[in-house]
């Protein structure tokens, strides 16, 4: 299930406006943005449980798959971090966004924040232990 265009602009809308709020004088000590999206109604939260943003999504309503709100949050972050619109949070680095469950407990990182740090997708690895396993093979045999 995709987003419509315009449900994805609203999403970008509502993430940069609660972003905006960690444009300070001093360095935050936020580590982390937790996602939830519960009946259609997506709510981020800092480390403390406190609302930094909510927005209601008809879209996801009658969602219940957390694997569309990942290939979505996930999308709709990594453009914005591409565009550079988290670089001027003044936030202590690493931070990530996840996303969670009703429970509260983390789910998935949606997109780690910090200058060094570079997540690999699983289809990157594919496949990685056969050609590792392989190449050893021929060092060895040499």
């Avoid at 009703?102 to 949606?110: E, G, N, R, T, Y």
Wanted: charged share 35%.
């Amino acid at each position: 299930m995709s987003l419509s265009r315009e449900t994805e602009n609203r999403l970008q809308e509502v993430i940069a406006k609660m972003t905006k709020e960690f444009i300070t004088a001093e360095e935050t000590k936020v580590t982390d943005f937790y996602i939830n999206v519960n009946n259609g109604v997506l709510t981020i939260a800092d480390d403390d449980d406190n609302c930094l943003a909510r927005v209601h999504i008809l879209e996801w309503e009658n969602e219940h798959n957390e694997e569309v709100f990942e290939k979505a949050l996930r999308s709709i972050l990594n453009t914005m971090n591409e565009k550079g619109d988290f670089e001027s949070l003044n936030i202590a680095k690493p931070y990530s966004f996840v996303l969670t469950d009703d429970d509260k407990q983390s789910i998935v990182d949606l997109l780690i924040v910090d200058d060094d740090t570079l997540i690999l997708s699983e289809d990157l690895l594919k496949g990685f232990d056969e050609e590792m396993n392989e190449f050893l093979k021929q060092l060895l045999e040499e």
